[in-house]
């Protein structure tokens, strides 16, 4: 029964601290654009001009 009284107010303080980093995450904008970084990995990058000298 004793070791209810340390874990209650320890889960409650992590389940805040969990709570207060999603806001501040949600709130920084870092669920804004979901489907950019998935779509980005697919787009090719456009050759650097070292690359085109090389290459001719």
């Known amino acids: ?5 340390y874990l209650i107010p320890v889960a409650l303080f992590l389940g ?3 709570l207060s980093g999603f806001l501040w995450a949600l709130r920084s904008g ?3 654009d979901l489907d950019g970084a998935a779509e980005r ?3 090719e990058p456009d050759q650097r001009e ?3 000298q090389r290459s001719n």
């Open 1 to 5: 029964m004793t070791t209810l009284v």
């Open 16 to 18: 805040a601290l969990g």
């Open 30 to 32: 870092q669920y804004e």
């Open 41 to 43: 990995i697919l787009i």
């Open 50 to 52: 070292g690359d085109a």
